[in-house]
T-cell receptor, first 113, second 114 residues
Framework: AQSVTQPDIHITVSEGASLELRCNYS??????LFWYVQSPGQGLQLLLK??????LVQGIKGFEAEFKRSQSSFNLRKPSVHWSDAAEYFC???????????FGGGTRLMVKP | EAQVTQNPRYLITVTGKKLTVTCSQN?????MSWYRQDPGLGLRQIYY???????DKGDVPEGYKVSRKEKRNFPLILESPSPNQTSLYFC?????????????FGSGTRLTVV
């Protein structure tokens, strides 16, 4: 069965600082990987996804993520955080033949002025 | 505008009173799914549907029912709600069950069962 772990429940960074949110997955083969963002009171918005090819993927809002097969990780990064990035971030995985998108527990990001 | 619409956005009900949360999409998507979101647990899939009249259980189906009589609608039914079903619910759809098409989420329904 596939699973996703986001080790950090809360992260606080200063505005302008760099950000890295961790995601580890468990799956027998290379899965499809996603990062979603949820702003307060909102639904989920897709930031980026990885299917195959280049292991560094670019997303919206200046985010990027790197797939590392050897570490079963798909960490999300941003070079300079803005106050509007404060939200909850979810990593998700689905197998190539799968019908279920499995989410991690989420990481809540707070941004200090 | 392409979207997934859930209703209601907020619902407070009493234990045992049957309720339905509606979900409708206007993108002609084949795949639809229901998730519940609880603090620290992320989103867990309740049921999904690959197409009309095809539904299957997700990770946490107990206490829920669904139906898919037409492509655009996928209602979530709680026959006898209990307080442990207090949660934030999301409906999602995808062009097919294949993940590369991506998932579009509704804005959520916050349900409180007292």
């Amino acid at each position: 069965a596939q699973s996703v772990t986001q080790p950090d429940i809360h992260i606080t960074v200063s505005e302008g600082a760099s950000l890295e949110l961790r995601c580890n997955y468990s799956y027998g083969a290379t899965p499809y990987l996603f990062w979603y963002v949820q702003s307060p009171g909102q639904g989920l918005q897709l930031l980026l996804k990885y299917f195959s090819g280049d292991t560094l993927v670019q997303g919206i809002k200046g985010f990027e993520a790197e797939f590392k097969r050897s570490q079963s990780s798909f960490n999300l990064r941003k070079p300079s955080v803005h106050w509007s990035d404060a939200a909850e971030y979810f990593c998700a995985v689905v197998g190539k033949a799968g019908n279920m998108l499995t989410f991690g527990g989420g990481t809540r990001l707070m941004v200090k002025p | 505008e392409a979207q997934v619409t859930q209703n209601p956005r907020y619902l407070i009900t009493v234990t045992g009173k049957k309720l339905t949360v509606t979900c409708s999409q206007n993108m002609n998507h084949e795949y639809m799914s229901w998730y519940r979101q609880d603090p620290g647990l992320g989103l867990r899939q309740i049921y999904y549907s690959m197409n009309v009249e095809v539904t299957d259980k997700g990770d946490v189906p107990e206490g829920y029912k669904v139906s898919r009589k037409e492509k655009r609608n996928f209602p979530l039914i709680l026959e006898s709600p209990s307080p442990n079903q207090t949660s934030l619910y999301f409906c999602a759809s995808s062009l097919s069950g294949r993940p590369n098409y991506g998932y579009t989420f509704g804005s959520g329904t916050r349900l409180t069962v007292v």
